[in-house]
Structure formats: structure tokens, C-alpha cells
């Protein structure tokens, strides 16, 4: 039910104003909410890929001081 002060125009000047207050604040909850959602999960997936890119660098070092240390110890073996 829409309520109506009496002054006979739609929407009514009083609660026509409430109700579009009301789903204003409403509209900017929801946008609030969804922004804050955007914003966690950008930063998950950063973390993430930041994870990931350490991670390969640290496995590409290791790799890299194997190797380094494969040639010393064949020169030591003769």
C-alpha cells in the first residue's frame, strides 16, 4: 500500500520522498556492499599471482644454484 499525505499528486510530496530516500540509501548499500566485494577479491587474486611469481623465482634460483653447483662438483671430480 502507497501512503499519501492527502496532497493528491503522485508520487505523494511527503512519502514520495521517504520512499525514494529509501531506495536510494538502499541502491548505495548494495553498491557499497558490491564494491567491497570487488575490492577482496582484486586483492586475493594479487596476492595470488605475487604467491606464484615468488614462488617461480625462488624455484628458477634454485634451479640456477643447482646447476652452478653440478659444474663445481664435476671440476672436483677431476
Wanted: aromatic share 8%; charged share 20%; glycine share 6%.
Amino acid at each position: 500500500m502507497v501512503k499519501n499525505c492527502g496532497c493528491g499528486k503522485d508520487p505523494c510530496i511527503t512519502y514520495g520522498a521517504e520512499e525514494m530516500a529509501s531506495e536510494k540509501r538502499a541502491i548505495s548499500n548494495h553498491n557499497s556492499e558490491k564494491a567491497k566485494a570487488i575490492k577482496t577479491r582484486f586483492t586475493i587474486e594479487a596476492l595470488s599471482f605475487l604467491g606464484i611469481t615468488i614462488g617461480f623465482s625462488l624455484s628458477l634460483y634454485n634451479t640456477y644454484r643447482s646447476y652452478r653447483n653440478l659444474n663445481n662438483q664435476l671440476n672436483n671430480i677431476n
